[in-house]
């Protein structure tokens, strides 16, 4: 949201941002000249400051994703297919819903009511089956999903649908979130114990690194941190940290950094803060290229060059005038594009009331297209490079971040503080400082807290999901569990269990339980018997 303005209270003419750095009211050529030439460097060089390609490498298009999902199988197919249509750029960007992504099938009790809500229902292969049919993964080029504690589950669905359509995996990418360390401090997903979390998020990575080099086995997730309350350093701080305990996990393991990191992603959100939001993405390129390069020993370009993919912040959508939120996302995707993020996703403008419209999705569909091929944002690399504020504020950003880099690791690094309930702790005190910044009007949302509309302002269209969708999800999984081989189940499950406890790499197992038409919450119970569950009370949160 927008900076605090202090200039009335206590006499500074300046505003100050949410992590306490001070915005002067004008820079010169003096702040610049404080930033040594060698951290800003050129585009396509280390530290990758001004972007990750060189002038003649950089792509001659800007990759701008949908992400969605609702219903069932057949349903969310169907808006992928509109979107299509629309010229979305990204293939598909699917959204899980809760169920599935806490590992519950949906005919579980506690599954009643959520089925299809806020993603796609997937208890099976066959889930995977018809949301890809009608278009081959080699023609779709591109899947993105959101499968964190469930992600060797999600992957091996969709290897094994691949393989079902005689589609080399070769001839498509997948990019799985698979971030399970942040679902305990900044979105709730988690299953099993953090440690145990880890391992299977390892797996995952390794298994791609290994077998499918082409593939994104991990989008370390800073984006949630923010929408759960974080400022733009913590985000950018513990979403690096949580990365690192990836690669120290998956590198210990024998796996070459060189090989290893080009895959890795980093996904941020973007807010209302343009600048911040700018030099927040630019310091994330500089120190990631830093800790591959000096602590894990990469010695390729590739590996020390973060990928970065952003998205517009939910939290800054508002339920009021929800038409201002076009403005909103509009400005962050500017953001996005001026900070070098690789790909970008956009939400629309009524996600703060519901799933979105058809009529909403294709508005956020418009807003990279019209940026990039319209006002071409994407002509020319870090096209605010140089400028004194923002590459003040760059490494304003990247000193603040090694001063908490350092209190982390001395607590024993993000494992450690995930468990102890540091982040957690860090973020929600932001998000109640902010909560009382917003109450007392330090801070400014337009129509929620200042500038309110009349109240006949007329309601736009909501989306309304088709209430039978959920009773059909059940059915269809009845079904698949009436026709498939039993013991071809059981064998699998008893063979993942086995795997499992013997510390062996879970994804070939689970590709085999897959092919049986083992459901998600039943692969899920193998681990959870071996695991156990996530206590937060017995863990300091």
Same mark, same amino acid.
């Given at each position: 949201?927008?900076?605090?303005?202090?200039?009335?209270?206590?006499?500074?003419?300046?505003?100050?941002?949410?992590?306490?750095?001070?915005?002067?009211?004008?820079?010169?050529?003096?702040?610049?000249?404080?930033?040594?030439?060698?951290?800003?460097?050129?585009?396509?060089?280390?530290?990758?400051?001004?972007?990750?390609?060189?002038?003649?490498?950089?792509?001659?298009?800007?990759?701008?994703?949908?992400?969605?999902?609702?219903?069932?199988?057949?349903?969310?197919?169907?808006?992928?297919?509109?979107?299509?249509?629309?010229?979305?750029?990204?293939?598909?960007?699917?959204?899980?819903?809760?169920?599935?992504?806490?590992?519950?099938?949906?005919?579980?009790?506690?599954?009643?009511?959520?089925?299809?809500?806020?993603?796609?229902?997937?208890?099976?292969?066959?889930?995977?089956?018809?949301?890809?049919?009608?278009?081959?993964? /080699?023609?779709?080029?591109?899947? =993105?999903?959101?499968?964190?504690? $469930?992600? %060797?589950?999600?992957? +091996?669905?969709? #290897?094994? @649908?691949?393989?079902?359509?005689?589609?080399?995996?070769?001839?498509?990418?997948?990019?799985?979130?698979? /971030?399970?360390?942040?679902?305990? =401090?900044?979105?709730?997903?988690? $299953?099993? %114990?953090?440690?145990? +979390?880890?391992? #299977?998020? @390892?797996?995952?990575?390794?298994?791609?690194?290994?077998?499918?080099?082409?593939?994104?086995?991990?989008?370390?997730?800073?984006?949630?941190?923010?929408?759960?309350?974080?400022?733009?350093?913590?985000?950018?701080?513990?979403?690096?940290?949580?990365?690192?305990?990836?690669?120290?996990?998956?590198?210990?393991?024998?796996?070459?950094?060189?090989?290893?990191?080009?895959?890795?992603?980093?996904?941020?959100?973007?807010?209302?803060?343009?600048?911040?939001?700018?030099?927040?993405?630019?310091?994330?390129?500089?120190?990631?290229?830093?800790?591959?390069?000096?602590?894990?020993?990469?010695?390729?370009?590739?590996?020390?060059?973060?990928?970065?993919?952003?998205?517009?912040?939910?939290?800054?959508?508002?339920?009021?005038?929800?038409?201002?939120?076009?403005?909103?996302?509009?400005?962050?995707?500017?953001?996005?594009?001026?900070?070098?993020?690789?790909?970008?996703?956009?939400?629309?403008?009524?996600?703060?009331?519901?799933?979105?419209?058809?009529?909403?999705?294709?508005?956020?569909?418009?807003?990279?297209?019209?940026?990039?091929?319209?006002?071409?944002?994407?002509?020319?690399?870090?096209?605010?490079?140089?400028?004194?504020?923002?590459?003040?504020?760059?490494?304003?950003?990247?000193?603040?971040?090694?001063?908490?880099?350092?209190?982390?690791?001395?607590?024993?690094?993000?494992?450690?503080?995930?468990?102890?309930?540091?982040?957690?702790?860090?973020?929600?005190?932001?998000?109640?400082?902010?909560?009382?910044?917003?109450?007392?009007?330090?801070?400014?949302?337009?129509?929620?807290?200042?500038?309110?509309?009349?109240?006949?302002?007329?309601?736009?269209?909501?989306?309304?999901?088709?209430?039978?969708?959920?009773?059909?999800?059940?059915?269809?999984?009845?079904?698949?569990?009436?026709?498939?081989?039993?013991?071809?189940?059981?064998?699998?499950?008893?063979?993942?269990?086995?795997?499992?406890?013997?510390?062996?790499?879970?994804?070939?197992?689970?590709?085999?339980?897959?092919?049986?038409?083992?459901?998600?919450?039943?692969?899920?119970?193998?681990?959870?018997?071996?695991?156990?569950?996530?206590?937060?009370?017995?863990?300091?949160?």
């Amino acid at each position: 949201m927008a900076y605090r303005d202090h200039s009335d209270s206590d006499g500074d003419d300046g505003t100050v941002t949410r992590d306490g750095i001070v915005i002067k009211p004008v820079y010169d050529a003096d702040d610049l000249a404080a930033v040594p030439a060698t951290e800003i460097g050129a585009p396509g060089e280390f530290p990758y400051t001004r972007g990750i390609f060189a002038p003649a490498d950089r792509p001659r298009s800007w990759r701008a994703e949908h992400y969605a999902g609702f219903g069932g199988a057949v349903e969310s197919k169907e808006r992928f297919a509109y979107l299509k249509r629309m010229g979305t750029s990204g293939g598909m960007s699917i959204a899980l819903d809760m169920p599935t992504q806490v590992g519950l099938d949906s005919d579980h009790p506690l599954a009643a009511g959520e089925v299809g809500h806020v993603g796609v229902a997937i208890d099976t292969l066959a889930d995977v089956e018809e949301l890809f049919s009608g278009s081959r993964l /080699d023609e779709i080029r591109h899947v =993105f999903c959101t499968a964190n504690s $469930i992600a %060797p589950i999600i992957l +091996a669905m969709i #290897l094994v @649908a691949a393989e079902k359509q005689g589609v080399s995996p070769d001839s498509f990418t997948v990019q799985l979130q698979n /971030d399970s360390l942040k679902e305990y =401090f900044a979105r709730g997903t988690q $299953i099993y %114990p953090v440690r145990d +979390a880890l391992r #299977l998020s @390892a797996d995952t990575i390794e298994y791609c690194t290994r077998h499918l080099p082409e593939w994104s086995p991990l989008s370390i997730s800073g984006a949630h941190m923010r929408g759960a309350g974080a400022t733009a350093l913590q985000e950018l701080t513990y979403t690096i940290c949580d990365g690192l305990a990836y690669v120290e996990e998956v590198s210990d393991r024998g796996v070459d950094i060189d090989t290893l990191a080009p895959n890795l992603e980093l996904h941020f959100t973007v807010q209302m803060d343009l600048f911040e939001e700018v030099a927040k993405l630019r310091a994330a390129r500089r120190i990631w290229a830093k800790l591959m390069r000096e602590r894990f020993g990469a010695t390729s370009d590739v590996a020390m060059a973060a990928w970065i993919t952003t998205a517009t912040s939910g939290v800054t959508l508002t339920a009021q005038e929800p038409l201002n939120n076009i403005i909103r996302t509009t400005t962050e995707t500017i953001a996005a594009i001026l900070g070098g993020a690789n790909n970008h996703r956009v939400a629309s403008y009524d996600e703060a009331l519901s799933i979105p419209t058809k009529d909403s999705a294709r508005i956020a569909t418009r807003i990279p297209q019209i940026l990039t091929l319209e006002a071409e944002l994407t002509s020319t690399a870090d096209p605010l490079g140089g400028s004194f504020f923002v590459e003040s504020l760059t490494s304003e950003l990247e000193s603040r971040f090694w001063q908490e880099f350092a209190v982390i690791e001395e607590r024993g690094g993000a494992v450690a503080a995930i468990e102890d309930g540091y982040f957690f702790r860090n973020i929600v005190d932001s998000a109640l400082r902010w909560q009382e910044d917003f109450d007392s009007g330090a801070v400014t949302v337009v129509a929620v807290n200042r500038y309110q509309s009349e109240a006949d302002e007329t309601p736009p269209e909501i989306f309304e999901g088709d209430p039978d969708a959920e009773q059909r999800q059940v059915d269809r999984l009845h079904q698949v569990k009436a026709t498939r081989d039993r013991t071809a189940v059981d064998a699998s499950l008893a063979a993942l269990a086995e795997a499992t406890e013997r510390g062996d790499n879970v994804v070939p197992t689970v590709l085999d339980a897959v092919r049986a038409y083992a459901t998600v919450g039943e692969i899920c119970e193998v681990w959870s018997k071996q695991f156990g569950s996530w206590d937060a009370a017995a863990n300091a949160l």
